[in-house]
T-cell receptor
Framework: GENVEQHPSTLSVQEGDSAVIKCTYS??????FPWYKQELGKGPQLIID?????GEKKDQRIAVTLNKTAKHFSLHITETQPEDSAVYFC?????????FGAGTRLTVKP | DTEVTQTPKHLVMGMTNKKSLKCEQH?????MYWYKQKAKKPPELMFV???????INESVPSRFSPECPNSSLLNLHLHALQPEDSALYLC?????????????FGAGSRLTVL
């Protein structure tokens, strides 16, 4: 089955700086890679996703890159704001099997 | 309506109680999921219903009993739980099951078993 590793487990940045979270996956059949943001007391919410036929996708301050050869994908947040503080989960999906990474707690200090 | 609604938000129960968690969506999604999330951990899949039929049961103990009465509703019946079952229980839905389908999560039901 799929195995997803996520790093770092915690990340603290100054407001306005960039944040990068990295994930690796094991199943070469995985073809869908969503990123979820979970704020305190809430369920995970999709913030961006990428499919295996695309190398990069951007939505305002958020971007995701995918390297299928290396089985790596990353989340990039630019111009971070205090409201970006949350736990971020990557996931990798192959057909009916979606696995989450362990999560990254991002703190943006004002 | 783009939400998944879960009730109750909080539930405290004893080990001999019987209770139920409820989930509702009106997005026309035909796949619904139950996840369990312990503190500082990712969600773990418990059950998947596809077109109101149980498609996946991730070896969940029988003290958890899912039910999908119709395409909009999903229940999780709880009986004789253990303290280690205390967790956040998340319901999610997607247009269909499998492939590159976006999961929409509810806010969760926080369960405490005494």
């Amino acid at each position: 089955g799929e195995n997803v590793e996520q790093h770092p487990s915690t990340l603290s940045v100054q407001e306005g700086d960039s944040a990068v979270i990295k994930c690796t996956y094991s199943d070469s059949a995985s073809n869908y890679f969503p990123w979820y943001k979970q704020e305190l007391g809430k369920g995970p919410q999709l913030i961006i996703d990428i499919r295996s036929n695309v190398g990069e996708k951007k939505d305002q301050r958020i971007a995701v890159t995918l390297n299928k050869t290396a089985k790596h994908f990353s989340l990039h947040i630019t111009e971070t704001q205090p409201e970006d503080s949350a736990v971020y989960f990557c996931a990798a999906s192959s057909g009916n099997d979606m696995r989450f990474g362990a999560g990254t707690r991002l703190t943006v200090k004002p | 309506d783009t939400e998944v609604t879960q009730t109750p938000k909080h539930l405290v129960m004893g080990m001999t109680n019987k209770k139920s968690l409820k989930c509702e969506q009106h997005m026309g999604h035909r796949a619904m999921y139950w996840y369990k999330q312990k503190a500082k951990k990712p969600p773990e899949l418990m059950f998947v219903y596809s077109y109101e039929k149980l498609s996946i049961n991730e070896s969940v103990p029988s003290r958890f009993s899912p039910e999908c009465p119709n395409s909009s509703l999903l229940n999780l019946h709880l009986h004789a739980l253990q303290p280690e079952d205390s967790a956040l229980y998340l319901c999610a839905s997607s247009r269909i099951f499998g492939g590159a389908n976006v999961l929409t999560f509810g806010a969760g039901s926080r369960l405490t078993v005494l």
